[in-house]
């Protein structure tokens, strides 16, 4: 996972979101959903960011999820998922790499992809 992210769009603290949302590109999110966010199939370095004030209720699958925020659901990153210290949340993590910093606090199963296997 990369540090380097910039985003498409941005949903602001004071912006409250009820149903779901489906992200084409990167995105960053420092408000409210209710409802679950995801990006299509296929769609690789799409990047669902939660800033600090962000708190998500619903699951979250995309290439590549980066927690600042509060996340109750499950999420799903392909590529991978990073915690950050004032991150969290209350699921399932499912991942190809993942990142949690000290004071981050995930409840929930932690599931690593397993690779695909090549056919020799």
């Keep these: 996972m990369t540090g380097n992210e910039s985003f498409d769009s941005m949903l602001g603290p004071g912006t409250e979101i009820h149903g779901r949302v489906v992200a084409n ?59 950050g210290g004032r991150g969290g949340g209350d699921g399932a993590v499912s991942y190809a790499e993942l990142g949690i910093e000290p004071g981050a606090e995930i409840v929930g199963l932690m599931v690593k992809n397993a690779p695909k296997k090549s056919s020799d």
Excluded: C, Q
């Design 25 to 83: 590109k990167s995105i960053r999110i420092d408000g409210v959903v209710h409802g679950n966010i995801e990006t299509p199939l296929g769609k690789n370095n799409v990047t669902i960011a939660l800033g600090e004030t962000a708190k998500v209720y619903g699951d979250i699958t995309a290439y590549r999820v980066l927690i600042g925020g509060y996340v109750e659901g499950n999420v799903y990153g392909a590529e991978g998922v990073g915690v």
